[in-house]
């Protein structure tokens, strides 16, 4: 079955430092999603991509967070500024249909650790 | 607004009897729901999912879970547990009409099978 894949799967980072998390997205998927769930806690969602435009963030993505598709196949996640709370695994997802054909694929995430 | 509750924390079933996840739901229109499983230090793996038709849905590795309506419900079932089945597991939901495609997660149930 057909993967996304995240990188790196750990990052350490001091606070106040940019972080970028990676991910490549099934080839042939329109939506592109981030996820990410705090130790211990439920997965939350972060934002949606599609059609090389933010469809929908939450509350949790504020001015510090940004997204990207840069070339048609990586699907970035950039922290400007990371806080301790931003520590967290951050699992990028993607999709290719709605309604019938509707399933969500993860990655293995990216664990990120501000210290 | 669309949420998802799963009153369980944990879930201890022996080997080779039933099991039921529960998971409930709320969204202002009709709810497509989805459970997904999550190995250690895996991403999430999808199982089953609802989004019209019977109200029985099979997925994988013998998992199944009934929508019912009535009483905004998707438990998920299987008929003889597996050691192999202990993981966490999270029902998730989106409003049909939730423009962004966002899902909600239910907060997860460990699932313990014991041998």
């Known amino acids: 079955e057909p993967e996304v894949t995240q990188t790196p799967s750990h990052q350490v980072t001091q606070m106040g430092q940019e972080v970028i998390l990676r991910c490549v997205p099934i080839?042939?998927?329109?939506?592109f999603y981030w996820y990410r769930q705090i130790l211990g806690q439920k997965v939350e969602f972060l934002v949606s991509f599609y059609n090389n435009e933010i469809s929908e963030k939450s509350e949790i993505f504020d001015d510090q967070f940004s997204v990207e598709r840069p070339d048609g196949s990586n699907f970035t996640l950039k922290i400007r500024s990371t806080k301790l709370e931003d520590s967290a695994m951050y699992f990028c997802a993607s999709r290719a249909g709605q309604g019938r054909r509707e399933k969500l694929f993860f990655g293995s995430g990216t664990q990120l650790s501000v210290l | 607004a669309q949420s998802v509750a799963q009153p369980e924390d944990q879930v201890n079933v022996a080997e080779g009897n039933p099991l039921t996840v529960k998971c409930t739901y709320s969204?202002?229109?009709?709810?497509?729901l989805f459970w997904y499983v999550q190995y250690p230090n895996r991403g999430l793996q999808f199982l089953l999912k609802y989004i019209t038709g019977d109200n029985l849905v099979k997925g994988s590795y013998g998992f199944e879970a009934e929508f019912n309506k009535s009483q905004t419900s998707f438990h998920l079932k299987k008929p003889s547990a597996l050691v192999s089945d202990s993981a966490l597991y999270f029902c998730?939901?989106?409003?049909?009409?939730?423009?962004?495609?966002?899902?909600?997660f239910g907060g997860g149930t460990r699932l313990m099978v014991k041998p």
């Open positions: 969204v202002s229109g009709n709810p497509y």
């Open positions: 998730a939901v989106r409003d049909e009409g939730n423009a962004g495609n966002m899902l909600t």
């Open positions: 080839s042939n998927h329109l939506y």
